[in-house]
């Protein structure tokens, strides 16, 4: 009888439930979008590396912290190695490989990239012929000569080269020309990358530099299992080297790969999560008007026999029909998202294919298990609220009978939350650290988000009072019944509003928080900086060549370059060692070209033998201008030297850690010092900067890798990067957005329903079409802007914490986004016409008399 009573009901009003239903699909496509996206292409690559990966690989040791290497050196093993690997009882075949991914690809006619430049990496390698090799010769032959290159088919069409064309590699080595002899097609999908082969003496010549190899691939002949012919490996070459097996390799490779699409992963579901709350207000908003519509019925349930629990189980029988039904469509309609991201990825440099779709039984699990459970416990509140209304009651057509104490209840919770969360965010912006100032802000973030939630009926009679006041100016009776109307029911109208309040907050926050980084960059950047030219090289090492170019370049005075030491162990005068990332500079290094702010000690120091340390570095370890530190190079090079000046935190070199390279060359040797990565130039004075850009572009044409920016273009990188960012949050709050302008639609539509007689009298007394047709706008208009300006004050609360956290990692400077602010009220105010148009064009074209005589 219950079942049959909630599907009678649930058909009966099933328009209704439309909007609810778009708001669970949306919600569930995206959850279930975004596992099958990563299922995917987890599968996908785990294919591969199960197709290609050999029994065993013998690869080089991962040399210890004390002894990491900072050079572009890339660890090798010895030839003699692969005949030893050979010789081991069940090995078939032994190949010495040499792969590298710190070479570029080079068109020498057009002095263009080949190869992916994001994502995917550059392999270049020798050709090597082995039982899964993941590509073969399609055309053309394999290298046999030190001028002979193979390019894989994916890179050379997409660069449009064939046999015959010229290719340059380029590494840290020089340049290197090649003619292409060979097309390989991938024997598996093709991830993306670009791959080159040469000869193995040329690969090693050039990629190496020495007779060697980066690892020796073992395949067996089947007598022996993967872990014996590693047990038996190490016995024969000894413990000084890696061997892994084909499901180790697989578990690394993919465990990498893994690494780099979490963040895309979760960075999505967390917005989903979002869009999943927001759909939970419209539905507790569906459900509430829909039981406020059949109190008599749910009367007359109770009047023939019907307990609360039945009353209860009816309603959430309606959500759990509703819940399946979305979930199933939103599963449905996840795939077309899971494909929408196989674009998106494939356009920025991966290559996977829509075709192989992988969706398993979370996806599923997930789907549903997201879309029921939200929609049920969104409806438990109204059928709770159903459940207790008293049959004489209902029967009476009073309604739900007030609730004065939970009003009273749910305004002190909501004051002590919001409260409690507005000192948690004052908390953290006073807050020493950025760590413990981060933990108070997300704390806070959520108090004030569920503070003002609560506190939504109260805001809304407030608030909408005050932004309703000129309404009966500006539009006489219509203003005045729209600003009634949106305070009629203040739990709605607070419902309603939240939704598009948490989308609002998300954008305004975000967008204080960037432009606080722009606008905090570029201050740090006239501040700090004297260099004029800002040179980098991308994924290769810069070179002497390149370096010597710039030095040609006419109007150039001089070029300035940095060497990093990662994580470098350094002791301490308790006795105790701490990690930092050292960095070598020149002599001319500070003063000239840098300016950093100094809180103790003299900056010239660092160029003559003295470490300059950021303040949070010796704060953190009760460090003084004056007290001595034993750095540790690694291979048993050590430097004792004393601290010469502080660095303020928050600067733009504030939290480095920084040495002469003078210094450094007296105990390392020039072959073991890091790559030059980034180097700057000085432009000779009263030379024009932008005409010198101009020269210095056209003398660095034959380095396509380098990026060459003045300080305009580089502060312009910094925002399109932090942009980019920015786009990508403001399209994921798109969705929790459209879900919220639901809501305002369904609450409308709903509203109308509900007010069918009283519409109906209003039109008999008087009210024209389009007096109702404006009064239904302007409502919606209010709940709107209702709801973006409490979205402002929380965006506003969010972004200014954020700000003031992270003040002494970089954000010195806040900037808020009037600009965004203004475009977003104005929004609000389209939003709220949008949202109004259906239901406003409904009631107008209601029957008076039918409308009256409606029960």
Same mark, same amino acid.
């Given at each position: 009888?219950?079942?049959?009573?909630?599907?009678?009901?649930?058909? %009966?009003?099933?328009?209704?439930? $439309?909007?609810?239903?778009?708001?669970? *699909?949306?919600?569930?496509?995206?959850?279930?979008?975004?596992?099958?996206?990563?299922?995917?292409?987890?599968?996908?690559?785990?294919?591969?590396?199960?197709?290609?990966?050999?029994?065993?690989?013998?690869?080089?040791?991962?040399?210890?912290?004390?002894?990491?290497?900072?050079?572009?050196?890339?660890?090798?093993?010895?030839?003699?190695? %692969?005949?030893?690997?050979?010789?081991?009882?069940?090995?078939?075949?032994?190949?010495?490989?040499?792969?590298?991914?710190?070479?570029?690809?080079?068109?020498?006619?057009?002095?263009?990239?080949?190869?992916?430049?994001? /994502?995917?990496?550059?392999?270049?390698?020798?050709?090597?012929?082995?039982?899964?090799?993941?590509?073969?010769?399609?055309?053309?032959?394999?290298?046999?000569?030190?001028?002979?290159?193979?390019?894989?088919?994916?890179?050379?069409?997409?660069?449009?080269?064939?046999?015959?064309?010229?290719?340059?590699?380029?590494?840290?080595?020089?340049?290197?020309?090649?003619?292409?002899?060979?097309?390989?097609?991938?024997?598996?999908?093709?991830?993306? $990358?670009?791959?080159?082969?040469?000869?193995?003496?040329?690969?090693?010549?050039?990629?190496?530099?020495?007779?060697?190899?980066?690892?020796?691939? %073992?395949?067996?002949?089947?007598?022996?299992?993967?872990?014996?012919?590693?047990?038996?490996?190490?016995?024969? +070459?000894?413990?000084?080297?890696?061997?892994?097996?084909?499901?180790?390799?697989?578990?690394?490779?993919?465990?990498?790969?893994?690494?780099?699409?979490?963040?895309?992963?979760?960075?999505?579901?967390?917005?989903?999560?979002?869009?999943?709350?927001?759909?939970?207000?419209?539905?507790?908003?569906?459900?509430?008007?829909?039981?406020?519509?059949?109190?008599?019925?749910?009367?007359?349930?109770?009047?023939?026999?019907?307990?609360?629990?039945?009353? #209860?189980?009816?309603?959430?029988?309606?959500?759990?029909?509703?819940?399946?039904?979305?979930?199933?469509?939103?599963?449905?309609?996840?795939?077309?998202?899971?494909?929408?991201?196989?674009?998106?990825? #494939?356009?920025?440099?991966?290559?996977?294919?829509?075709?192989?779709?992988?969706?398993?039984?979370?996806?599923?699990?997930?789907?549903?298990?997201? /879309?029921?459970?939200?929609?049920?416990?969104?409806?438990?509140?109204?059928?709770?609220?159903?459940?207790?209304?008293?049959?004489?009651? $209902?029967?009476?057509?009073?309604?739900?009978?007030?609730?004065?104490?939970?009003?009273?209840?749910?305004?002190?919770?909501?004051?002590?939350?919001?409260?409690?969360?507005?000192?948690?965010?004052?908390?953290?912006?006073?807050?020493?650290?950025?760590?413990?100032?981060?933990?108070?802000?997300?704390?806070?973030?959520?108090?004030?988000?569920?503070?003002?939630?609560?506190?939504?009926?109260?805001?809304?009679?407030?608030?909408?009072?005050?932004?309703?006041?000129?309404?009966?100016?500006?539009?006489?009776?219509?203003?005045?019944?729209?600003?009634?109307?949106?305070?009629?029911?203040?739990?709605?109208?607070?419902?309603? %509003?939240?939704?598009?309040?948490?989308?609002?907050?998300?954008?305004?926050?975000?967008?204080?928080?960037?432009?606080?980084?722009?606008?905090?960059?570029?201050?740090?950047?006239?501040?700090?900086?004297?260099?004029? @030219?800002?040179?980098?090289?991308?994924?290769?090492?810069?070179?002497?060549?390149?370096?010597?170019?710039?030095?040609?370049?006419?109007?150039?005075?001089?070029?300035?370059?940095?060497?990093?030491?990662?994580?470098?162990?350094?002791?301490?005068?308790?006795?105790?060692?701490?990690?930092?990332?050292?960095?070598? +500079?020149?002599?001319?290094?500070?003063?000239?070209?840098?300016?950093?702010?100094?809180?103790?000690?003299?900056?010239?120091?660092?160029?003559?033998?003295?470490?300059?340390?950021?303040?949070?570095?010796?704060?953190?370890?009760?460090?003084?201008?004056?007290?001595?530190?034993?750095?540790? @190079?690694?291979?048993?090079?050590?430097?004792?030297?004393?601290?010469?000046?502080?660095?303020?935190?928050?600067?733009?070199? /504030?939290?480095?850690?920084?040495?002469?390279?003078?210094?450094?060359?007296?105990?390392?040797?020039?072959?073991?010092?890091?790559?030059?990565?980034?180097?700057?130039?000085?432009?000779?004075?009263?030379?024009?900067?932008?005409?010198?850009?101009?020269? =210095?572009?056209?003398?660095?044409?034959? @380095?396509?890798? =380098?990026?060459?920016?003045?300080?305009?273009?580089?502060?312009?990188?910094?925002?399109?990067?932090?942009?980019?960012?920015?786009?990508?949050?403001?399209?994921?709050?798109?969705?929790?957005?459209?879900?919220?302008?639901?809501?305002? +639609?369904?609450?409308?539509?709903?509203?109308? *329903?509900?007010?069918?007689?009283?519409?109906?009298?209003?039109?008999?007394?008087?009210?024209?079409?389009?007096? =109702?047709?404006?009064?239904?706008?302007?409502?919606?208009?209010?709940?709107?802007?209702?709801?973006?300006?409490?979205?402002?004050?929380?965006?506003?609360?969010?972004?200014?914490?954020?700000?003031?956290?992270?003040?002494?990692? /970089?954000?010195?400077?806040?900037?808020?986004?009037?600009?965004?602010?203004?475009?977003?009220?104005?929004?609000?105010?389209?939003?709220?016409?949008?949202?109004?148009?259906?239901?406003?064009?409904?009631?107008?074209?209601?029957?008076?008399?039918?409308?009256?005589?409606?029960?």
């Amino acid at each position: 009888m219950l079942l049959k009573t909630s599907l009678r009901s649930f058909f %009966a009003h099933k328009g209704r439930m $439309a909007l609810s239903l778009v708001a669970v *699909v949306l919600s569930v496509a995206f959850v279930s979008g975004t596992l099958v996206f990563s299922n995917t292409a987890t599968s996908t690559f785990s294919k591969l590396f199960a197709a290609t990966a050999s029994d065993i690989s013998v690869q080089p040791p991962t040399p210890a912290e004390d002894d990491r290497q900072d050079s572009d050196k890339t660890p090798t093993v010895p030839v003699s190695l %692969a005949q030893q690997v050979a010789a081991v009882p069940g090995v078939r075949t032994a190949v010495g490989q040499v792969m590298v991914g710190n070479a570029i690809l080079v068109n020498p006619a057009t002095n263009k990239l080949v190869g992916p430049t994001s /994502g995917a990496p550059t392999l270049v390698g020798n050709w090597t012929d082995t039982p899964r090799n993941p590509v073969k010769i399609t055309s053309g032959h394999v290298p046999q000569g030190s001028g002979e290159l193979v390019l894989d088919a994916d890179t050379a069409k997409k660069a449009k080269l064939g046999l015959g064309d010229k290719l340059r590699v380029d590494n840290a080595g020089g340049q290197h020309p090649y003619t292409i002899v060979g097309i390989a097609t991938f024997t598996t999908t093709n991830p993306g $990358a670009a791959l080159a082969f040469l000869d193995t003496p040329t690969a090693q010549q050039v990629l190496l530099g020495e007779q060697a190899y980066t690892t020796v691939e %073992a395949f067996g002949d089947g007598s022996r299992s993967d872990d014996q012919l590693k047990a038996d490996a190490l016995a024969k +070459v000894g413990s000084g080297y890696e061997i892994k097996t084909a499901a180790e390799q697989k578990d690394q490779n993919t465990k990498t790969i893994g690494s780099g699409l979490n963040f895309m992963k979760y960075a999505m579901l967390g917005f989903a999560g979002i869009s999943l709350i927001v759909g939970g207000f419209l539905i507790i908003n569906t459900f509430s008007m829909l039981v406020a519509q059949r109190t008599r019925e749910i009367g007359l349930l109770r009047a023939i026999g019907g307990s609360r629990r039945q009353v #209860n189980g009816s309603v959430l029988v309606e959500a759990l029909i509703l819940g399946v039904l979305g979930s199933t469509l939103g599963v449905a309609v996840g795939l077309g998202v899971a494909v929408g991201l196989i674009k998106l990825m #494939n356009a920025i440099g991966m290559d996977l294919k829509a075709s192989d779709l992988e969706i398993g039984p979370d996806v599923f699990v997930a789907g549903y298990a997201v /879309g029921i459970l939200i929609t049920v416990i969104a409806a438990w509140i109204p059928a709770r609220r159903a459940s207790r209304i008293a049959p004489m009651a $209902a029967l009476r057509d009073h309604g739900t009978p007030a609730e004065a104490r939970s009003n009273i209840v749910r305004t002190i919770l909501g004051l002590l939350l919001t409260a409690g969360g507005a000192g948690l965010l004052v908390l953290a912006g006073s807050a020493d650290k950025a760590a413990t100032g981060g933990q108070y802000l997300g704390l806070g973030l959520l108090l004030t988000l569920v503070g003002f939630v609560v506190l939504g009926p109260l805001l809304a009679t407030v608030v909408i009072k005050v932004l309703g006041a000129l309404l009966p100016a500006l539009f006489g009776p219509s203003g005045k019944l729209a600003q009634r109307n949106a305070m009629r029911n203040p739990r709605r109208t607070g419902a309603t %509003a939240a939704a598009l309040m948490i989308g609002l907050a998300l954008v305004i926050g975000s967008s204080v928080f960037s432009s606080s980084a722009v606008t905090s960059a570029s201050a740090q950047i006239d501040k700090s900086v004297g260099v004029d @030219y800002i040179i980098s090289g991308g994924r290769t090492p810069v070179t002497t060549d390149m370096m010597d170019a710039v030095k040609r370049t006419p109007g150039i005075d001089h070029v300035t370059t940095q060497e990093e030491f990662k994580r470098t162990k350094v002791q301490l005068p308790d006795g105790q060692s701490a990690r930092t990332d050292l960095t070598a +500079v020149p002599t001319s290094f500070f003063g000239t070209d840098f300016h950093p702010t100094v809180t103790a000690g003299a900056v010239d120091s660092v160029g003559h033998g003295s470490l300059g340390i950021g303040e949070t570095f010796a704060k953190d370890h009760n460090l003084k201008v004056g007290d001595r530190l034993t750095v540790d @190079y690694g291979k048993g090079r050590t430097q004792t030297l004393p601290v010469g000046v502080v660095f303020q935190k928050g600067g733009l070199l /504030g939290d480095g850690t920084f040495v002469g390279l003078d210094t450094v060359t007296e105990v390392v040797p020039a072959a073991e010092q890091p790559p030059v990565w980034t180097f700057f130039a000085k432009a000779s004075a009263g030379t024009d900067v932008a005409k010198t850009l101009t020269a =210095l572009e056209d003398a660095l044409k034959q @380095y396509p890798q =380098l990026t060459v920016k003045d300080q305009a273009g580089y502060k312009e990188l910094v925002q399109s990067q932090v942009n980019t960012l920015l786009y990508l949050i403001y399209g994921l709050v798109g969705l929790s957005i459209t879900v919220a302008v639901l809501g305002v +639609v369904n609450t409308l539509a709903l509203s109308v *329903v509900e007010r069918t007689r009283e519409i109906g009298l209003l039109r008999a007394i008087g009210l024209s079409r389009r007096q =109702l047709r404006r009064m239904i706008r302007l409502e919606s208009v209010v709940i709107a802007v209702f709801g973006a300006v409490l979205g402002t004050g929380l965006g506003l609360a969010w972004g200014i914490t954020a700000q003031r956290v992270l003040r002494d990692q /970089g954000l010195g400077t806040l900037s808020v986004p009037t600009t965004v602010i203004a475009v977003t009220l104005v929004s609000s105010v389209v939003i709220g016409l949008v949202a109004a148009l259906v239901p406003a064009f409904r009631a107008g074209r209601m029957n008076v008399l039918a409308a009256i005589a409606t029960d």
